[in-house]
T-cell receptor, first 110, second 116 residues
Framework: ELKVEQNPLFLSMQEGKNYTIYCNYSTTSDRLYWYRQDPGKSLESLFVLLSNGAVKQEGRLMASLDTKARLSTLHITAAVHDLSATYFC??????????FGTGTLLAVQP | ETGVTQTPRHLVMGMTNKKSLKCEQH?????MYWYKQSAKKPLELMFV???????ENNSVPSRFSPECPNSSHLFLHLHTLQPEDSALYLCASSQETLTSFYNEQFFGPGTRLTVL
């Protein structure tokens, strides 16, 4: 069974701190997506990772993909309150189907 | 209008009602999707339409009936729903080609459905 697992499911962190969200998946794929969802809002695309070793950065967020380890990470640097949201990873395959992880609820405390 | 729009944004219905959710994408994409987002569960893919043809149906109960009249519009017709069908229903679109599976999906704001 194809599984996409994120951890932690909930992350409370202080402003200014660094942390990493992990996304593990159970089958080979070279496409991994990260999305952000604010409460009551839709999903916003953050990163598209298309190959092994891909690394992308936008502001305080950096995403990477290791297809051999079947692992993607979303690293948060010097967190600020505006980053509070739920973050989802999603695995792409040979079709246009995405399998989403359970999500990580991030709460950045002042 | 830009991006992906959905109407209504909120819907409350009884188990015997019939209603429809509407999605419209203004991105020129050729694939559209319905997802269900329930509390404490991963997003569940329900239906995929590519070039107006349904290519995916993830064992969704027949009380949910999708319709894609053209590449810009997607409907989800609802009838005799159950309380456990209460959820956020998200529509998404992407551009698919025969040679590229880049398929970044763009999501609408969702319809919050409550079944009484």
């Amino acid at each position: 069974e194809l599984k996409v697992e994120q951890n932690p499911l909930f992350l409370s962190m202080q402003e200014g701190k660094n942390y990493t969200i992990y996304c593990n998946y159970s089958t080979t794929s070279d496409r991994l997506y990260w999305y952000r969802q604010d409460p009551g809002k839709s999903l916003e695309s953050l990163f598209v990772l298309l190959s092994n070793g891909a690394v992308k950065q936008e502001g305080r967020l950096m995403a990477s993909l290791d297809t051999k380890a079947r692992l993607s990470t979303l690293h948060i640097t010097a967190a600020v309150h505006d980053l509070s949201a739920t973050y989802f990873c999603a695995l792409g395959g040979a079709t246009n189907k995405l399998i989403f992880g359970t999500g990580t609820l991030l709460a950045v405390q002042p | 209008e830009t991006g992906v729009t959905q109407t209504p944004r909120h819907l409350v219905m009884g188990m015997t009602n019939k209603k429809s959710l509407k999605c419209e994408q203004h991105l020129g994409h050729n694939a559209m999707y319905w997802y269900k987002q329930s509390a404490k569960k991963p997003l569940e893919l329900m239906f995929v339409y590519s070039l107006e043809e349904r290519v995916e149906n993830n064992s969704v109960p027949s009380r949910f009936s999708p319709e894609c009249p053209n590449s810009s519009h997607l409907f989800l017709h609802l009838h005799t729903l159950q309380p456990e069908d209460s959820a956020l229903y998200l529509c998404a679109s992407s551009q698919e080609t025969l040679t590229s599976f880049y398929n970044e999906q763009f999501f609408g704001p969702g319809t919050r459905l409550t079944v009484l």
